[in-house]
């Protein structure tokens, strides 16, 4: 399974625009979180056409994962009056700061739909099953990384995590492993995983499984490319 991406960047790198991948199955999108970016570029490359269900799940909530998510739910609940479907992990920590975010955004709890993983259960080819998996980021919020199940193996989506052991762990079993999508980052703060330590950390022949994302600057892309590592390239189609 491959994933298409509307923006790879980090926070604070614009250029790249939020870090957010997509699948679309016939009438059906599903988005891995919906940062700041992320409702005018499904909008400019018209993702959005033709589709009446869109499932967002969502890693954590820092505004470059999360930022666009009201203005998404307004737009299909006000111009076609559906709900997107939000799956948030079983968490009720999550579940209540989700209803908060939404109420500041102007939508009423009748406006979404608050789903749980389960609900993705067989509902699109590219995969079977997905679920969460609690992450360190950042010691202010709850971060989730993303597992999906498909024919070929597991994907392994990090969101944001400054945790190598959770790479560690996967390099263990990397023959299950079909595909890891990394956030990689040169920045010293302790927040994403360093590509540097990246490259201690995956032999050269494992790191054919490893897609780079979440890119601060240039010279984070041009580090992670040098170690052959895969680099994400956002797409529109």
């Known amino acids: 399974m491959e994933l298409n991406f509307l923006g790879r960047g980090s926070a604070f790198n614009v250029l790249e625009g939020s870090n957010s991948a997509y699948i679309i199955e016939g009438n059906s999108i599903l988005l891995i979180d919906c940062g700041e970016t992320v409702y005018e570029r499904l909008n400019m490359y018209h993702l959005l056409d033709g589709i009446d269900h ?13 930022g666009s998510i009201g203005t998404l739910a307004n737009y299909y609940f006000l111009t076609f009056n559906q709900k997107i479907h939000i799956v948030l ?10 209803k908060t975010l939404l109420r500041i955004f102007g939508l009423e709890e009748h406006m979404y739909y608050l789903e749980t993983p389960d609900i993705l259960d067989n509902q699109f080819k590219a995969f079977k099953a997905v679920r969460y998996q609690e992450i360190t980021h950042c010691p202010q ?13 597991e994907i392994f989506y990090t969101g944001d995590t400054n945790d190598i052991t959770v790479l560690k762990s996967l390099l263990n079993r990397i023959d ?62």
């Open 54 to 66: 869109v499932y967002v799940l969502v890693t954590h909530t820092h505004s470059d994962h999360i």
């Open 89 to 98: 992990d079983y968490h009720s920590k999550i579940k209540e700061d989700m």
């Open 141 to 153: 919020l709850i971060s989730y990384a993303i597992r999906f199940d498909t024919e070929n193996g």
């Open 176 to 237: 299950e492993i079909d595909r890891i999508y990394v956030d990689t980052n040169t920045s010293s703060l302790p927040v994403h995983l360093n590509v540097d330590l990246l490259a201690n950390t995956v032999p050269e022949e494992h790191r054919k499984k490893i897609y780079c994302m979440h890119f601060n600057n240039e010279d984070c892309i041009n580090k992670a490319k040098n170690y052959g590592f895969h680099i994400i390239k956002v797409s529109s189609q």
